[in-house]
């Protein structure tokens, strides 16, 4: 083989390389998502090694939770039912219904089955943001509507919490995702804040401000990009007083323990804009 023909392979085989170099920069810079700091996980199984977790891993696993069952195996103490015939929780409501030009409905409604002032203002709640908004669109939907709701319902060291998750989406109105949780010591008969939860299990609350902060930050950066480049985002800001501890309402205890975190800005815009912070 010629000198010519070895130096033509060798720059061919130079400018592949740096093509190659280019798609992988512009991927990462563009289309990877960071993991936000401190949120791993070791993997034991794998020799320690530590698992990335992105917030959109997190927010998967919020979303996988909606299962429209209540977990109760882990509650052994007494608890005064409303109906003694059924579970702590259960689905006092279901129905899946589609109407041409009218609306389609898939939704489960969970019901507390506690007495007490307590858990009756939790099903008031309920009953005034989720069931008659479902009696509104099948009596008198203005536009064709869309409407999904599920729940989940877990128990973790006396603490009952219970998530609902409703999915709307109204004629032309951007869709709308908005989330109500309760959170219920079942020993004390008192409604639990999140600072209850940090206390109970020693979490420095410094350690979740800085992962709320973190998260919402990325996400913000991650809004104004795609904002620069013509679409329509849900900006949020971080200096917002609803991402401060004292102002959260909206978390539950998910199967293992683990806190979840939830602002769901549907609850109060139009938009399925949802951040999850997992502790």
Known sequence: MNTKVIRYILYTFIVIICMISIVIAVYVQF?????????????????????????????????????????????LGEVSKLDESKDLVYTAYSNSETVDGKYSIDVNIPVINIQGDVVLEYNNISQTVFA???????????????????YTAYINNDILSVAIMATIKEGDNPQRIMVQTY???????QNVSVKDILNNRGIDENVVKNRISD???????????????????YQRNP????????NIETFIEGPSGELYIIFAYGNNNYTSEMDVIEI
Do not use: H
């Open 31 to 75: 289309f990877r998502e960071e993991p936000i700091e401190g949120s791993y996980e070791n993997d034991i199984s794998a020799g320690g090694s530590q698992n990335l977790v992105t917030p959109q891993d997190v927010k998967q696993s919020f979303l996988d939770l909606f299962t429209n069952e209540f977990y109760s195996n882990q509650y």
């Open 132 to 150: 008659d908004k479902i009696n509104s669109i099948m009596t008198n939907a203005n536009a064709y509507t869309i409407y999904n709701l599920d």
């Open 183 to 189: 959170n219920y010591n079942l020993a004390t008969g």
């Open 215 to 233: 998260t919402i930050k990325k996400a913000s950066e991650d809004a104004s990009k795609m904002a620069e480049s013509g679409y329509q985002v």
């Open 239 to 246: 200096n917002d007083e609803i991402y401060n501890i004292d």
